[in-house]
């Protein structure tokens, strides 16, 4: 399977973007979907997940402005970025989840696609 994330873009502070998330084919055969996110000088991090069930999961920091759905038919996952701060700037990506061996995901492919870059600057 292959993921291609888009959508990114130049925003002001407290504005919005949409990214999306588009499969090759589907993902049912792993745990879910993931958005990870690097910004400059940081390792890349897992900010939001949603299981094949559609149960969501955030970093404290997104939680109450990021919304992550998914839309099984399209092979798609979005992620509503709401009241973005410059602390939100990054190259934001996506990848399919497996369950690490402390429990937690873990990202399902070692090969990540080139990701949509967010900027969110005055």
């Known amino acids: 399977v292959q993921l291609q994330a888009s959508g990114g873009g130049l925003v002001h502070p407290g504005g919005s973007l949409r990214l999306s998330c588009a499969a090759s084919e589907s993902t049912s055969s792993f745990k879910g979907i993931g958005w990870f996110r690097q910004a400059p000088g940081h390792e890349r991090e897992l900010i939001a997940a949603?299981?094949?069930?559609?149960?969501?999961t955030y970093i404290r920091s997104v939680k109450g402005r990021f919304t992550i759905s998914r839309d099984n038919a399209k092979n798609t996952v979005w992620l509503q970025m709401d009241s973005l701060e410059p602390e939100d700037t990054a190259v934001y990506y996506c990848?399919?989840?497996?369950?690490?061996?402390?429990?937690?995901?873990?990202?399902?492919?070692?090969?990540w696609g080139q990701g949509t870059l967010v900027t969110v600057s005055s």
């Open positions: 990848n399919v989840l497996a369950v690490g061996w402390g429990g937690n995901y873990v990202p399902g492919l070692d090969q």
């Open positions: 949603i299981s094949n069930d559609a149960t969501p």
